[in-house]
């Protein structure tokens, strides 16, 4: 399971958590808002990282080879 697999899944734990945590405190909000527009961006995270895997590696260790200078 890599990085990126791994924090989705804890993210999406955590959203599962705090709607049981709202719902059994009798507050329910606008939770399919915010859930749907959190997994939304989570998808299209995953679609992006699947998509530019490589040019996002060397991105990064650039930008983090020019801090270092």
């Not at 808002?33 to 260790?61: C, P, S």
């Amino acid at each position: 399971m890599t990085c990126l697999h791994r924090t989705l899944l804890r993210s999406q734990l955590a959203l599962v958590r705090a709607s049981r945590r709202a719902c059994a405190r009798g507050e329910r909000g606008d939770v399919p808002g915010w859930v749907l527009i959190t997994l939304m961006t989570a998808g299209l995270v995953a679609v992006l990282w699947a998509v530019a895997e490589d040019q996002l590696k060397a991105l990064f260790t650039d930008a983090l080879d020019s801090a270092r200078r």
